[in-house]
């Protein structure tokens, strides 16, 4: 009984080791990871492409380096750290870079630089970015620039960093800051310009209500004009209206004058023929009395 329990241990031992040397001798690079393999302190072979790496156990190892991107925060002062404009004003910012390893480089990264040589490669070649960028613009221009800049100093960071296994993927700048007197000094000139644009909004205001009262006496005068205009054709049609009138009138008076002279013409022929009705073929006197209404009054006759 011994004797077996003994051989089973061994086994349990020889399996074990052969575990451990199995699990030592294989790698797995994730989707996200490129290896090398590291022999006896020697980096071996080519870069790793994600997948199952056999590998000699104890002696040879796979280093694994992520290529997504990493993060890192700078800082500019506002003192001497800080970036000089145009202008000659010092400003300070906050600068994040994401940054990862360039596959093709991956064998730079292993045997020449290590993870702290890279960020300060970094830190020092955005400084120089950033201080060469904003250089090229006013205090005032920072702000409405900020897509410029960040491209520019995006191109230069990556310029700079060519002889780098590593890659800027993103840059952003935020947080511009200045100087406390440059501050106080913003802060007058934005007075100073409230005042005036308070100066020509009152200016305006003049003018508008200036041009109201001119517009005003301009549509009074329009409106007296317009009022006697309408007076002057009332006027001119009311005299119209009595000239017409007025011929009327005395159109009506001629008719009637004619009138009255045909009336006592057909009298006189009347009175004509009346007489010549009574006409004995004596002399008639020419004066032949009427009577009120008009009928001939008989004279008796002479006596012979």
Do not use: C
């Not at 004797?3 to 089973?8: E, Q, S, T, W």
């Not at 045997?111 to 120089?128: F, G, H, M, P, Q």
């Not at 800049?149 to 840059?171: F, G, H, M, R």
Request: charged share 25%; net charge neutral; aromatic share 6%.
């Amino acid at each position: 009984m011994k004797k077996f329990a003994g051989k089973g241990i061994v086994t349990m031992v020889v399996l074990a080791a052969i575990a451990v040397v199995g699990y030592s001798s294989v790698t797995v690079v994730a989707p996200n990871e490129r290896g090398v393999q590291v022999t006896l302190g020697e980096v071996t072979g080519d870069v790793l492409e994600p997948g199952m790496h056999y590998h000699a156990p104890f002696i040879s190892t796979i280093r694994k380096y992520s290529i997504v991107p990493k993060g890192m925060n700078v800082t500019f002062s506002v003192g001497k750290d800080g970036a000089i404009t145009k202008d000659m004003q010092t400003v300070g910012s906050q600068v994040t870079v994401f940054y990862r390893y360039d596959g093709t480089k991956l064998m730079d990264a292993v045997k020449k630089y290590s993870e702290s040589i890279l960020e300060n490669a970094i830190t020092r070649s955005l400084v120089a970015s950033v201080k060469e960028s904003v250089g090229k613009y006013s205090i005032y221009e920072l702000v409405e620039n900020q897509d410029k800049i960040t491209s520019d100093v995006t191109t230069s960071l990556n310029a700079k960093l060519t002889e780098y296994p590593i890659e800027v993927t993103q840059l952003t700048i935020s947080n511009w800051d200045w100087s406390d007197d440059f501050d106080k000094n913003i802060k007058e000139t934005m007075n100073r310009t409230q005042q005036v644009r308070q100066a020509e909004q009152d200016l305006k205001l003049t003018e508008t209500n200036a041009q109201k009262q001119v517009a005003e006496a301009e549509a009074a005068k329009k409106a007296a004009e317009q009022t006697a205009e309408g007076e002057l054709i009332k006027a001119q049609k009311a005299a119209e209206a009595k000239r017409v009138e007025a011929d009327a009138l005395a159109y009506y008076n001629s008719k009637v004058a004619q009138n009255y002279q045909v009336e006592i013409k057909l009298k006189e022929l009347e009175i004509e023929l009346e007489k010549a009705k009574k006409w004995d073929g004596r002399q008639v006197p020419e004066y032949v009395p009427l009577t009120a209404a008009g009928g001939i009054v008989n004279l008796p006759a002479a006596k012979q």
